[in-house]
């Protein structure tokens, strides 16, 4: 995506079992965990890795032997807290920290060492690590996509291309297959060949592969049946925010800006829909630019910028509009 407008791409989240389960915390008091851990989860929201790691490193050490899953779920949210820092060490230490727990095998740990193996260069551990996460869940699509990008960001895709084979070989005649399919091209760019897998799952209504259909056909320039699709998504599944930041995108395509800030604001004035919103409140911020009206622009930006600090992409906006 260029400066002026985004949908965020469809990539890797982190793909972390974290459902806690604070059973068994009985005697140590399930407050003082609970506190703990509610506390980091609302430092990661503020993008405060630091503090949110230590929160749930506080919450790790509340727990006892008794408490095996709940030590997992912490832990993983520690370490997902330590990777943002690029503490890709402390990564490892607190993946083998749950990997050496009695019986847990889990194929998070695995993939957010071999992450941090990767990063630290080295290379024969890491695929040792995500070889073993593949081997647990040989049909998990996210997992290999996110292995892929794991590679592709240390340049070397050409490694992580057999992880996306994996997922492209996974048999399955399922909606979601085809679903997933077309998201691992549409991530490559191969924007035919993603319309190709979509056309099904889209047909029946598949609700992902209607949304990515329209990011598919927005790709292809087509704003027109990207507009069509999105219509038909709420038309199927009500008013959704991702869906009217579909359509602001295809106003800005068409150069319908003043109908982009109407969708957008349509959209943000809608219960839900926090991920979609952020992108919603950014290409509000695109299209008054391109309307010309920067002094809009600019009190968004501040807005977007206080909402969501840890955006890269709303900081540059932010930047340039506070230079005008």
Request: with cysteine.
């Amino acid at each position: 995506m260029n400066r002026f407008y985004r949908w965020t791409p469809i990539k890797w989240m982190w793909p972390l079992a974290i459902c806690l389960a604070l059973t068994g915390c009985q005697e140590k008091g399930p407050s003082e965990v609970e506190l703990a851990r509610d506390e980091g989860i609302s430092y990661m929201q503020q993008a405060d890795y630091e503090n949110a790691a230590a929160s749930f490193e506080r919450a790790y050490g509340l727990c006892d032997e008794k408490m095996p899953e709940t030590k997992t779920d912490i832990s993983l949210y520690e370490a997902a807290c330590q990777f943002k820092l690029g503490d890709y060490e402390s990564v490892t230490s607190t993946c083998t920290r749950v990997l050496d727990l009695k019986d847990n095998d889990n194929a998070d740990a695995y993939y957010l060492r071999g992450a941090s193996f990767l990063r630290l260069g080295q290379a024969d551990m890491a695929k040792a690590d995500f070889d073993s996460a593949s081997l647990m869940e040989p049909e998990n699509y996210d997992l290999f996509l996110n292995i892929y990008q794991q590679y592709e960001e240390v340049n070397q895709s050409a490694v992580g291309d057999e992880y996306l084979q994996k997922a492209l070989n996974i048999s399955g005649e399922e909606m979601e297959d085809y679903y997933q399919k077309g998201n691992i091209y549409f991530y490559l760019g191969n924007y035919q060949k993603a319309q190709e897998m979509l056309a099904k799952p889209a047909e029946a209504k598949h609700q992902k592969a209607m949304m990515l259909m329209g990011q598919v056909y927005l790709a292809l320039n087509d704003s027109v049946s990207a507009r069509n699709i999105y219509q038909q998504y709420m038309e199927e599944y009500g008013e959704d925010a991702a869906a009217y930041n579909g359509i602001a995108l295809c106003e800005v395509a068409d150069g319908n800006y003043d109908a982009a800030v109407t969708a957008a604001e349509t959209g943000l004035a809608l219960e839900g829909g926090e991920d979609a919103k952020r992108d919603l409140l950014y290409n509000e911020i695109v299209a008054l630019e391109r309307k010309h009206d920067f002094e809009a622009a600019a009190v968004k930006a501040a807005q977007f910028v206080e909402l969501y600090p840890d955006d890269e992409e709303g900081k540059k906006e932010y930047d340039f509009l506070s230079t005008r």
